[in-house]
């Protein structure tokens, strides 16, 4: 669904949109109450039996684009309540992160195989001879699965010529790695919050759009408005997703009319990622432990805490390119303000973490972002360029796509020890991310560094992003082309990463 415009991506749009421009306003919190009129406007309903309904799951919506948690629905609240306490620039998240709207969800089938119009009652009855619980039988003149029976094997789903019988499955539980969706009472879908690890793709699988990820949208407004410098540090599959027209330097000229002081691309933090990785891989493998995982997707990481414990060691230590970024901007002026901009929902977590708070201010997706340049009529085709990112190197920038991080660690192995054999296993998508760290617990990978990502695709397929997942990693090899420099041991910086490492 990623990249395909829909109702759902114009209502978020338009969610983050007026939640920016109100902030911009210096209205004050009051102005909330008349968002959802704003974006759900008229009498009568867009896709829902009710307009009243949709001004509900509107206001819901709100709250959580501003990082309030969901309103109880059994009593009376106002939309306004507890934002005088959240809408302050020093406000960060409160777990969990990804939430549902209970009366939003369609409460879609679980997983389940079901006979379509299709089954011609065919005498060879494949289905019913396959199915080992004899689950399957002919009623009215077609098959018939008994559900009480049945236990999913599709072995009938197969067997049938026709292909008559069809497999349905809750898409934000297909879509989570983790199996951290059930259902309530209603058969309404809830998450697990001790299994979920917010990587988002639940999110962005919802046909309804009823999964929805806090945001700080309000708060990093406040921020800048306050008259603090805000410095954006912006992760590298930024690159194409905000129209054709948003090259690097009209993107720095929109920032500042957003009200950022600086613009910084996170391709610096991969470039001291990749060195301080290398040397950590080195190091340690196999003297130490007998395989590496990457450091740098935060919700890979937390995956491995939760199913993996006594694994959790053999993660590298290094920094992610987030925050060495952060950090850097932090030594060179205490008192800015970071904004992390990426396609990444978990970095929201890592961003809260308390070794990390002072580093990292605020984080935004390219889909909130794209709602402040909404707000504030930032029309990319007609600005001008301003200077341009130029300091990362096509390694660093090669993070955003799924195989960047083990390739840019290889290759610099490789340039410093040419003859040195060095073996990677990747995955993608946390379901196979987790049969990576089965194979490797088992001793399957001894020797090997491991690249774990949580989104299928990469970080360009993050749950915050705006592009198809394709075309993004294209962009993402473009401008990996246009680096001027391709190693990280060419970078201006390649000395600092260790420094950064080691400072409280």
């Not at 001879?129 to 018939?144: D, E, H, L, T």
């Not at 990622?273 to 890979?300: G, N, R």
């Not at 194979?439 to 397929?461: D, R, S, T």
Request: net charge negative.
């Amino acid at each position: 669904m990623r990249g395909i415009p829909s109702l759902i991506t114009d209502i978020r749009k338009k969610v983050f949109t007026e939640v920016a421009r109100m902030a911009y306003s210096g209205e004050g919190i009051e102005a909330a109450s008349d968002l959802p009129y704003k974006i759900v406007p008229g009498d009568r309903p867009l896709h829902r039996e009710s307009i009243f309904l949709e001004r509900a799951i509107a206001k819901e919506r709100v709250r959580l684009a501003m990082g309030l948690s969901p309103l109880p629905v059994d009593s009376r609240h106002v939309i306004t309540e507890g934002m005088d306490a959240a809408a302050i620039a020093e406000q960060y998240y409160e777990p969990p992160l990804i939430n549902i709207v209970s009366y939003a969800c369609h409460a879609c089938p679980t997983n389940q195989y079901k006979v379509s119009n299709y089954c011609q009652n065919c005498l060879a009855r494949s289905c019913e001879k396959v199915c080992p619980k004899g689950a399957i039988s002919f009623r009215n003149n077609r098959s018939y699965i008994d559900l009480d029976k049945c236990i999913r094997c599709g072995k009938c789903a197969k067997a049938c010529p026709y292909n008559a019988i069809v497999h349905l499955e809750r898409p934000c539980a297909a879509a989570c790695g983790m199996d951290a969706i059930g259902s309530d009472e209603h058969g309404r879908a809830v998450i697990n919050q001790d299994k979920c690890v917010s990587c988002g793709q639940c999110l962005v699988s919802c046909p309804f759009g009823a999964i929805v990820d806090k945001g700080q949208i309000y708060q990093v407004i406040q921020s800048i408005l306050k008259g603090d410098k805000v410095i954006a540090i912006v992760a590298p599959a930024f690159i194409g997703q905000f129209g054709k027209h948003s090259t690097p330097g009209k993107f720095i000229s929109a920032m500042r009319m957003l009200g950022f002081d600086r613009v910084v691309e996170v391709a610096i933090g991969a470039d001291m990622c990749t060195i301080e990785e290398a040397e950590d891989f080195l190091e340690k493998v196999p003297a130490e432990q007998p395989y590496m995982a990457t450091s740098c997707c935060p919700a890979w990481h937390s995956m491995i805490e939760k199913l993996f414990p006594t694994e959790m060691r053999k993660i590298s230590m290094t920094l992610t390119p987030m925050v060495f970024t952060a950090r850097m901007m932090k030594k060179e002026d205490p008192d800015c303000k970071v904004v992390f901009v990426g396609p990444c929902a978990a970095k929201k977590l890592e961003a809260i973490r308390e070794d990390i708070r002072s580093d990292v201010d605020f984080v935004l997706t390219f889909e909130e972002l794209q709602g402040m340049f909404e707000a504030k009529e930032v029309n990319f085709e007609t600005i001008e360029d301003h200077d341009t990112l130029n300091e990362g190197t096509a390694a660093g920038r090669g993070f955003a796509v799924a195989g960047g991080v083990a390739q840019a660690v290889t290759d610099l192995v490789h340039q410093k020890h040419p003859d040195m054999e060095i073996h990677t296993a990747r995955a993608e998508g946390l379901r196979d991310c987790r049969k990576l760290m089965l194979m490797a617990k088992a001793g399957k990978y001894n020797g090997y560094l491991l690249e774990g990502m949580a989104c299928p695709g990469g970080c360009v397929a993050g749950a915050g992003t705006l592009l198809p997942v394709d075309l993004a990693a294209k962009v993402v090899g473009r401008y990996q082309s246009e680096a001027k420099t391709t190693s990280p041991m060419e970078s201006p910086y390649r000395d600092l990463g260790e420094k950064l490492e080691h400072e409280e």
